[in-house]
């Protein structure tokens, strides 16, 4: 079972809408936890590096979450846009191993 | 352009075939990795080199074969490969410290078909 969980799988959201991916993980020792942008046919682009101390980190339109807690991540796209169709990534750090989830694939429609 | 440039971006060999990806960082990080991305899988970590040794080899196939000739190059040789090894290669480099890994930065990729 993957260490790292990531709903919804898919999503289909309008241009301008917002929208929000969660991410599970069970890894441990936790170090810090990712969140990747990757594009069609290109390699994964960081968004967000957070770590255990820090509950929210934006990069633009991108706010991450982070209950170290319940061991919950959320990501939440603001005023989406064409070109925020990509794959998204959860990535947890254990101490430099890096646990990845598979993803969710989001395609934003006019 | 991340700084990791991966050649060639695409890749259609027989199972009979020799061939090999390239990596170069320019980016002066300490480590580089090699990972499989198949649909709707996680990434799955091959190989990984840490000031050029390589410190990691998770039970990949020996028809992979990687190669660090410095920190800034990576190959990954292939040869008799199989239809379920067609995916995405990435390759990424980062800065590692003590307890914990810096921030990844990948190539393009490799789209690799076997036939």
């Known amino acids: 079972k993957n260490q790292v969980e990531q709903s919804p799988q898919s999503l289909i959201i309008l241009e301008g809408k917002n929208c929000t991916l969660q991410c599970n993980y069970t890894v441990s020792p936790f170090s810090n936890l990712r969140w990747y942008k990757q594009d069609t046919g290109r390699g994964p682009v960081s968004l967000t590096i957070?770590?255990?101390?820090?509950n929210t980190k934006s990069n633009g339109r991108y706010t991450a979450t982070l209950d170290a807690d319940t061991k919950q991540s959320s990501l939440h796209i603001t005023a989406s846009q064409l070109s925020d169709s990509a794959s998204y990534i959860c990535?947890?750090?254990?101490?430099?191993?890096?646990?990845f989830g598979a993803g969710t694939q989001v395609v934003v429609t006019p | 352009e991340t700084g990791v440039t991966q050649t060639p971006r695409h890749l259609v060999m027989g199972m009979t075939n020799k061939k090999s990806l390239k990596c170069e960082q320019h980016l002066g990080h300490n480590a580089m990795y090699w990972y499989k991305q198949s649909a709707k899988k996680p990434l799955e970590l091959m190989f990984v080199?840490?000031?050029?040794?390589?410190?990691e080899n998770n039970s990949v196939p020996s028809r992979f074969s990687p190669e660090c000739p410095n920190s800034s190059h990576l190959f990954l040789h292939l040869h008799t490969l199989q239809p379920e090894d067609s995916a995405l290669y990435l390759c990424?480099?980062?800065?590692?410290?003590?307890?914990?890994?810096?921030?990844?930065?990948f190539g393009s990729g490799t789209q690799l078909s076997v036939l």
């Open positions: 990535v947890v750090d254990s101490w430099g191993k890096l646990q």
């Open positions: 080199y840490n000031f050029k040794e390589q410190t």
């Open positions: 957070m770590t255990f101390s820090e």
């Open positions: 990424a480099s980062s800065q590692v410290l003590e307890v914990t890994n810096e921030k990844l930065f």
